[in-house]
């Protein structure tokens, strides 16, 4: 059977990251359900022939242009694949693919992109009750993207990661202010576990003032940091994985699952609007 390569969309909110684990649902799982349902994958086949994916996404984070490749027969394209899918889940696009092609290790490149809120003027504390978890501090841009020039570039991470090797990498940061959202974009050959979000966790620390810009050069530096001086990484759900780039690979977009991919998250931004007023009525309300 031919090889085609899929970009997929989904919501990862629900989901314990893309790869499978024991015991938890993950993305992989539903694709690969799918492919039992459409009886594409045997029921009791560990994967399909030819699969790999383009990254592996961490609990809580989303995707835009996951890319999964397997071989399968002329007739599943995205929208077949998503007559399977949950509907957090859309294929939308396909490429055919030669026979050696491999997902995670033909990419060029990935991008990441990150929704930090970072208001420029801290945040008005709920009610008349100032706490600690009520107020946001103000984030300055310019320390933001100096923080982002200073961590990008061809360096070791291995403070910026809980992976103990293959830790040298060469990310490329940007910031854009979008209202009070400070929007992150990361661009890379490759990450390592959790590098992104503690990438966007030590921007915004020294964006804020919580932390000199010199923390950053005591991070790159070949000894490991101590405990309490370690960079936590920043909340999944505000992540995308963008983009990943095959430069030998043509994708056609299927316009009837892209609708659809449309329609289901549209419909999910009115909802969680929706949610944020009800959140924000008790909030305003409670005093």
């Known amino acids: 059977m031919p090889t085609r390569a899929f970009r997929v969309a989904y919501d990862g909110t629900g989901y314990y990251g893309f790869q499978r684990q024991p015991d ?53 394209t995205p929208r077949a ?41 801290p945040a008005a504390p709920v009610g008349s009750i100032d706490t600690s978890n009520a107020t946001e501090r103000a984030v300055d841009d310019g320390r933001f993207r100096a923080a982002c020039e200073a961590l990008s570039g061809s360096h070791d991470y291995h403070n910026l990661t809980p992976d103990d090797h293959n830790t040298e990498r060469a990310p490329m940061l940007e910031a854009t202010r979008d209202g009070d959202y400070l929007v992150v974009t990361v661009a890379a050959s490759g990450f390592a576990r959790e590098l992104v979000r503690r990438l966007v966790s030590l921007a915004r620390d ?19 940091l101590p405990g309490h001086e370690g960079i936590a990484p920043a909340p999944p759900e505000p992540l995308v994985l963008a983009a990943v780039d095959y430069p030998d690979l043509e994708f056609a977009v299927d316009e009837d699952a892209a ?15 929706t949610g944020a007023r009800v959140a924000g009525q008790i909030a305003d309300g409670v005093r």
């Not at 009791?44 to 790999?52: H, L, S, V």
């Not at 995670?104 to 990150?114: E, K, L, Q, S, V």
């Not at 020294?206 to 490991?224: M, Q, Y």
């Not at 609708?259 to 969680?272: H, K, P, V």
């Open 206 to 224: 020294v964006g804020t003032g919580a932390e000199p810009l010199a923390k950053i050069d005591r991070t790159l530096d070949p000894d490991p």
């Open 24 to 76: 938890v649902l993950t993305v992989e799982d539903a694709i690969f359900d799918a492919l039992r349902g459409l009886e594409v994958l045997a029921p009791d086949a560990d994967k399909p022939d030819g699969y790999a994916a383009a990254g592996r996404t961490d609990a809580g984070v989303s995707a835009l242009a996951q890319t999964v490749a397997l071989e399968v027969p002329e007739w599943l």
């Open 81 to 121: 694949f998503n007559a399977e899918l949950p509907a957090d889940i859309r294929a939308w696009a396909a490429a055919d693919a030669a026979d050696d092609f491999h997902a995670t290790h033909h990419a060029a490149g990935r991008t990441y992109t990150y929704h930090l809120y970072a208001p420029p003027e």
């Open 259 to 273: 609708a659809s991919a449309r329609a289901i998250f549209e419909r999910r931004r009115i909802d969680r609007r």
